[in-house]
């Protein structure tokens, strides 16, 4: 479905513009997974989960990086929303060190 953007060339697409988001919500709570689980996200993870919610590859058009990005991103927020309350519970040096680990995945 989300195939459709490519072909119709049309954001006035009301369906299209919510299966587009949709899969990239999809997407993002399963990266956020990833980050949760404190294992890195990998540009192999990336793309398999973007090819199992899009249906396809970013070769044969289904997606483009820059929707992997954006999955990306809004799974840094849901991780944050769920780890990062509790991050400010810490002491200043380990907020520190858990942010540095953060942005090295």
Request: aromatic letters at 10%; charged letters at 20%; proline letters at 2%.
């Amino acid at each position: 479905m989300v195939q459709q953007l490519f072909t119709q060339g049309s954001l006035f697409d009301l369906q299209t513009v919510i299966d587009y988001g949709q899969s990239v919500i999809n997407v993002a709570q399963e990266l956020a997974k990833v980050l949760i689980d404190n294992r890195p996200l990998s540009t192999k993870t990336v793309q398999a989960q973007m090819n199992r919610h899009f249906h396809g590859t970013a070769a044969k058009g289904a997606w483009q990086w820059k929707d992997a990005y954006e999955a990306v991103e809004v799974a840094q927020i849901l991780y944050l929303r769920q780890k990062g309350y509790k991050l400010l519970l810490e002491s200043p040096l380990t907020v520190s060190k858990s942010w540095r680990k953060f942005i090295s995945m």
